[in-house]
């Protein structure tokens, strides 16, 4: 009877061991997406964003704020994980030199644990600064 207990011990020990296991993973993985998701997006919605009309004219990089923020939430909501609510800050967007600083916050689900509700915030914050290498011609 006794090795019996300890049976249900072991499997009542191993659910527990999982379900940490699982809200752990589900923050560590939200962090490390949204980091790399934030990092290509931005450099991809500034390479977009660069006003040509001007560089050609003047020969100074610049972008269009309107075309950044445009182009950043449409490569965001695109990719983004459906299951999850994202906000997201824009902080100094200078048009030149091309400048963005982009908080992106994921809020996880509700959960509760002894009696206490609650959920946990991941915040991911990104200043990208566009540089491109040309060369004159001659």
Do not use: C
């Amino acid at each position: 009877m006794k090795e019996a207990y300890w049976g249900y011990w072991i499997i009542l020990l191993g659910l527990f061991i999982l379900t940490v296991m699982m809200l752990l993973q589900n923050y560590t993985i939200t962090s490390e997406q949204d980091y790399y998701l934030l990092k290509e997006v931005v450099d991809a919605s500034l390479h977009e964003a660069v006003d040509y009309a001007h560089y050609r004219k003047y020969g100074e990089l610049r972008i269009i704020k309107e075309k950044f923020v445009e182009n950043f939430l449409r490569r965001f909501s695109e990719t983004v994980n459906i299951n999850k609510t994202y906000r997201i800050d824009f902080y100094d967007i200078y048009e030149a030199p091309p400048k963005a600083s982009v908080k992106v916050t994921t809020a996880t689900d509700m959960f509760a644990i002894m009696g206490d509700i609650g959920s946990y915030g991941v915040v991911e914050r990104i200043d990208s600064i566009l540089e491109v290498e040309f060369k004159e011609e001659e």
